[in-house]
């Protein structure tokens, strides 16, 4: 069966620091990914989402950028996090209509 | 562009009751997916119900069902015998494919919080 797995958990970050969030899928192979990112009380909204190896496709032009160096690893990163990337991070993967969500990173950025 | 709406922030249900959570849809195109989503206080989003726009039937999974209305762009989600273990934030999202990508997107609504009381 397919998991997919996120880390870190939760992360607390300064103001200007860099940031690297990681998302692997198992069980599966050639998936779709996607960035979502929730801020507190509010809907989902897509940032990134990726059809293939180092194939990547921007939503919302922001402070964040996506790779994907494998085929079941999608990174979200920063080089300078700002105030307003505070916020719950999640990723998921689909092969067909249905997307299925890892366990997402709450980030905070202080 | 598609938008999904979901007009109620709040809803309670007694246990072993019966609630209805709506969501409506703006879309141009024909066929499509929809999906209700569960947010637990975890925060990981499970997915409760599917239903293909082409598709008449009302889809089921256990004590979930729910209510297509494809002329009123109206997916509303209705959850029996309600249990302590379905208080949630939901999520109604409609699925968008691009062919020429081979990509599909979600639109998530902005949630609806479900209390449940003993």
């Known amino acids: 069966s397919q998991t997919i797995h996120q880390w870190p958990a939760t992360l607390v970050q300064p103001v200007g620091s860099p940031l690297s969030l990681e998302c692997t899928v198992e069980g599966t192979s050639n998936p779709n990914l996607y960035w979502y990112r929730q801020a507190a009380g509010r809907g989902l909204q897509l940032l990134f989402y990726s059809i293939g190896i180092d194939q990547i496709s921007s939503e919302v032009p922001q402070n964040l950028s996506a790779s994907r160096p494998q085929d079941r690893q999608f990174i979200l990163s920063s080089k300078k996090l700002l105030l307003s990337d505070s916020g719950f991070y999640l990723c998921?993967?689909?092969?067909?209509?249905?997307?299925?969500f890892g366990p997402g990173t709450r980030l905070t950025v202080t | 562009a598609q938008t999904v709406t979901q007009s109620q922030p709040e809803m309670s249900v007694q246990e072993a009751e019966t609630v209805t959570l709506s969501c409506t849809y703006d879309?141009?195109?024909?066929?499509?997916?929809l999906f209700w989503y569960k947010q637990p206080p975890s925060r990981q989003m499970i997915l409760v119900i599917r239903?293909?726009?082409?598709?008449?039937q009302n889809a089921t999974e256990n004590r979930f069902s729910v209510n297509f209305q494809k002329a009123a762009k109206s997916f509303s989600l209705k959850i029996s015998d309600s249990q302590l273990g379905d208080a949630a934030m939901y999520f109604c999202?409609?699925?968008?494919?691009?062919?020429?990508?081979?990509?599909?997107?979600?639109?998530f609504g902005t949630g609806t919080r479900l209390q449940v009381f003993p």
């Open positions: 998921a993967w689909s092969q067909s209509y249905e997307q299925y």
């Open positions: 999202a409609y699925r968008t494919f691009n062919p020429h990508y081979n990509t599909d997107k979600l639109i």
């Open positions: 879309t141009s195109e024909s066929d499509y997916y």
């Open positions: 239903q293909e726009a082409y598709k008449q």
